[in-house]
């Protein structure tokens, strides 16, 4: 892989979560394939007074606990060098003096500005990097969800952060998008003839997006009861994999291509208001139970949980698309805390033949289906009927996989290593636009309002279960079946 420019890689929130376990993590790999130069930095920025070696003490511990036995202690003596901690309190204007004299005579390099803070600080840290003259021409800005909580609020973060950087220079990030096996999905429809006279109604019965987690909130309790799973999984993550799964080919691979594409299917998504919420979605809160065989706690026992808490941790539903392309296809989206196992997956199921003239095989299991599997391995499987060894022509389901680690032989890209290495080379293929982040929006909201309007409070359901038996019924009702069901 090529050297990527130099730049300087401003991390705020620099001692979290996002920061120490994932894109330190990310950087160190680039680094070590080379792909760093000698002359890039990397800082660290936030609250607490560290020492520059505190934090890449810090850092170090917590790059040695995630990568395992990719760690090279000889690498990381030279990864180190590029390292460094600036103390900066947000609302504290005199803390980004320090930033701007590390910066002087660096405004030939590419800037990243990544925040990875709650997005009512984003304000204050454009207001005072603009203040100070830090924002170049070279500079990106990239900003992680959720980006507020409805549409006006989203809005007014956009509006201010597009006061000081222009929409090429924003970077709103969602990391499903730089998993391999969403590129693939990208390279299966539209690299190939195979799927895309079959990619439509009247050949595909019914589309599944399932994000599933293990984890309950851990340390993000505070947050996440003021968020929910709507808010926090549904508005990004699976609205951008449903973008991915049912847009329109792109004229060519630009970013804006693609990114226009994807608009059209968030504008033509048939708006869920007043009882439709009812009876096309499904909210969830899990209880005490088990996974794989350890007691966990409920959501109401959790800690920072409101003891009388009406947030989801489970969010099912159906969901339409006014177009021709899929007018009458439903597509299931489910996500959710404390299910049964860690799992990202896209399912198609596609119809069967209009006059079977063979016996059809005694199994539940549809005969053609294409799985896209994101999480906890990529993968990609076919589904089709074969002949079973034997006399007569009694048909059998069998899978066509393409595993993705197997066949390549090599380790997949992480999606903070493609997304970050996107930023640093200008590529906003895989960020949301601002047009994007607003249709998004403009479709969630009418859901909460139907929430509240009708008091629909969260079905429990137990920890380590598939989620309320509600969103088996909400497939059940068409005549379909989640694909762990069958």
């Known amino acids: 892989m090529a050297v990527l420019p130099t730049f300087d890689m401003l991390l705020f929130g620099g001692t979290g979560d996002l920061v120490t376990r994932k894109l330190l993590p990310a950087l ?11 002359e890039s930095r990397i800082f660290g920025i936030a609250r607490s007074g560290l020492s520059r070696s505190d934090y890449i003490a810090q850092a170090e511990t917590a790059c040695r606990g995630f990568l395992g036995d990719e760690f090279d202690s000889a690498l990381w003596d030279g990864f180190k060098g590029l390292l460094d901690y600036i103390k900066i309190d947000a609302g504290a204007p005199a803390d980004y003096d320090q930033l701007a004299a590390t910066l002087k ?3 030939h390099f590419v800037r990243v500005f990544f925040f990875s803070t709650a997005s009512n600080l984003f304000t204050l840290f454009c207001d005072n990097l603009a203040r100070i003259g830090v924002v170049t021409p070279l ?12 549409t006006a609020s989203a809005d007014l973060i956009n509006q201010q952060v597009g006061a000081v950087f222009a929409e090429r220079q924003i970077y709103r990030i969602d990391h499903y998008l730089g998993k391999e096996a969403v590129q693939n999905l990208m390279a299966l429809r539209f690299g190939n003839a195979l799927f895309e006279p079959l990619w439509r109604r009247g050949l595909i019965k019914h589309v599944q997006i399932t994000v599933a987690e293990e984890l309950g909130v851990e340390r993000r309790g505070h947050f996440y009861d003021k968020t929910g799973a709507l808010r926090d999984m549904v508005q990004n993550h699976l609205l951008q994999l449903l973008c991915i799964m049912a847009m329109e080919p792109p004229a060519s691979s630009d970013p804006d291509a693609v990114r226009d594409e994807k608009l059209k299917v968030l504008r033509a998504l048939r708006p869920l208001r007043d009882r439709d919420v009812l009876t096309k979605t499904v909210r969830g809160q899990y209880k005490a139970g088990a996974v ?5 706690p409920g959501y109401l026992q959790e800690a920072d949980i409101a003891p009388d808490s009406t947030t989801e941790t489970f969010a099912a539903l159906k969901v339409e698309i006014d177009t021709w392309r899929w007018a009458g ?5 489910r996500t959710g805390k404390r299910l049964q196992d860690r799992i ?3 399912v198609v199921t596609f119809d069967e033949v209009p006059h079977p003239i063979f016996e059809q095989p005694q199994t539940s299991q549809t005969a053609n289906e294409l799985v896209i599997r994101l999480t906890p391995d990529e993968s990609i499987t076919m589904t089709i009927l074969a002949k079973n060894p034997g006399e007569g022509m009694r048909l059998k389901p069998v899978s ?3 595993d993705l680690g197997e066949t390549f032989k090599t380790r997949s890209l992480d999606a903070y290593e493609r997304l970050l290495m996107d930023t640093v080379k200008g590529n906003l293929t895989l960020f949301m636009r601002r047009d994007e982040l607003d249709a998004a929006w403009r479709w969630i909201d009418p859901i909460l309002a139907g929430w509240q309007q009708y008091d629909d409070r969260p079905k429990a359901y137990i920890a380590g279960t598939w989620g309320p038996a509600a969103a088996s019924s909400l497939l059940g009702r068409d005549g379909f079946s989640w694909h762990d069901e069958l």
Do not use: C, I
């Open 28 to 38: 160190y790999r680039r680094y070590a394939a080379g792909q760093v130069s000698a």
């Open 105 to 107: 005579d660096r405004e």
């Open 139 to 150: 500079s990106r800005v990239v900003l992680e969800k959720p980006l507020g909580h409805d």
């Open 292 to 296: 794989r065989g350890l007691p966990v």
């Open 329 to 333: 296809v439903p597509f299931y989206l």
């Open 344 to 346: 990202t997956e896209l």
């Open 400 to 402: 066509l996989q393409l």
